[in-house]
């Protein structure tokens, strides 16, 4: 052992032990890198379950807010919207938002008809072609966003709505409008560039969303009678407590909508911030629809249970362009406005004739647009360039969505006849009932 260690030279026997700390400080470096890949991942899945119940929170929200005579209608639409954007994320959308180097017109433009393509079965990680997290997470996670665009849409134009024209509105939004804007931010593009800031989508998902439902709603027109001898006649939705439970199931959601939008896991700071997100946006929620009862109570004299949903609603839109930054009680004057501008939206819709079925146009336009403003008070942003993707947003959804509503009603019509609306779309378009015993007496 003397011989030998003699026959070394003295620099390298110290190099020996160097080497031995180098060798383990890169296979550390690498543990920790590919537990960083594996709970970023993880965090994409969880979120994403929760996103994605909350098509079922949409579903029971509408079926419980429109009458009895369209509940099945609803259910379709919400079934068929989800399905048809997952297809259409997958063919056109999630590389049309995510285009990487693959831009057509960089910033604004990414491919079209770029099919995403999963990893291979067992991929190691050399070659996984994300270093962050796996694709088919990562896919999916995306994917969830895009079918609750579409679902803020459905709600808006409910009870008047042939079922196919509107599919077709679906499978242009999801996958060609909202990923092309979406990419403008998210994707790396032009606004991202300009300091616009959008942490889980109070824009990117509910108020492009929003415009889509307000350009369906104008071109539609209101439901027969809702708007009569110049006054508005509430139409009363079958299922109060349904709408309740869709609201607590989009309330949970919600935490993975947001929650997951930190996009990784792997630190105990990522954590903890998910956990901030987490409470930040539990507090908006519970300040909305103390706002909103509140309010309703001093308007009416009486509380409003719808307009107490949709404040809670209005609260989580709110806190989604920022949810991580503010303290608990930023997060609840935040959320607490959002309440307060719902309940002075509705009426104020209806004032012009713009018939909204179950809110969406005050809970994910109107509160979205303020909850992109209200980014400035936490946030790193300006006025100014917040106010840019508003507008921004705001002209290419409303506009494209303007322009497609109108094509489909010159040509193929998009509302059911009169004598259809009167009887449900339930038995005009499905010849089936949601409660066949109820309407038999």
């Not at 989800?82 to 831009?103: H, K, V």
């Not at 989604?320 to 009426?347: D, K, N, Q, R």
Request: glycine residues 12%; proline residues 4%; hydrophobic residues 55%.
């Amino acid at each position: 052992m003397n011989l030998m260690k003699s026959l070394i030279p003295a620099a390298a026997i110290v190099a020996l032990p160097q080497m031995g700390l180098a060798q383990e400080a890169a296979a550390t470096g690498e543990a920790a890198q590919h537990t960083q890949y594996i709970f970023t991942t993880l965090l994409f899945l969880m979120a994403g379950f929760l996103v994605f119940f909350m098509a079922a929170g949409f579903a029971m929200l509408e079926g419980g807010l429109v009458r009895s005579k369209n509940v099945a209608m609803q259910m379709i639409k919400n079934v068929a919207l989800f399905s048809f954007a997952a297809i259409m994320y997958w063919l056109i959308g999630f590389n049309l938002m995510y285009p990487g180097d693959g831009w057509s017109i960089t910033g604004w433009l990414g491919p079209f008809f770029s099919t995403t393509t999963l990893d291979a079965v067992g991929v190691a990680p050399a070659d996984a072609a994300l270093d962050y997290a796996s694709v088919g997470s990562d896919f999916f996670f995306q994917l969830v966003f895009v079918a609750a665009t579409a679902s803020i849409v459905s709600g808006a134009v409910a009870e008047r709505i042939k079922l196919w024209p509107f599919l077709i509105f679906v499978i242009v939004l999801t996958g060609i409008i909202y990923p092309i804007s979406g990419s403008w931010k998210w994707g790396g593009g032009w606004l991202d560039a300009k300091g616009f800031s959008d942490f889980a989508g109070s824009t990117i998902v509910h108020s492009v969303g929003g415009w889509a439902a307000l350009a369906g709603a104008l071109i539609l027109g209101p439901r027969i009678g809702k708007y009569k001898d110049g006054k508005v006649h509430p139409m009363p939705g079958s299922n109060l407590a349904l709408a309740t439970l869709g609201t607590f199931i989009l309330w949970l959601g919600w935490f993975g909508f947001n929650g997951g939008s930190q996009l990784a896991m792997g630190t105990v700071g990522d954590v903890s911030d998910v956990s901030r997100i987490f409470a930040n946006t539990n507090m908006a929620a519970a300040s909305g629809s103390v706002a909103a009862l509140i309010l309703t109570q001093v308007l009416y004299r009486k509380p409003d249970l719808t307009m107490v949903l949709n404040g809670a609603l209005a609260g989580l839109v709110s806190i989604t362009a920022e949810p991580l930054a503010p303290t608990l009680f930023g997060a609840l004057w935040i959320g607490a406005v959002g309440g307060i501008i719902v309940v002075f939206a509705v009426p104020m819709l209806d004032k012009f004739k713009i018939d909204d079925v179950v809110g969406a146009i005050p809970v994910h336009l109107f509160c979205g647009i303020w909850g992109t403003i209200a980014v400035i008070f936490y946030g790193d942003a300006s006025l100014g360039s917040q106010l840019l993707g508003i507008v921004a947003y705001g002209v290419f959804t409303f506009v494209g969505a303007l322009i497609l509503w109108t094509i489909l009603k010159s040509t193929v019509g998009i509302r059911v006849s009169e004598e259809d609306e009167i009887n449900g779309l339930d038995m005009a378009e499905l010849g089936m009932e949601a409660y066949p015993e109820f309407s038999k007496g």
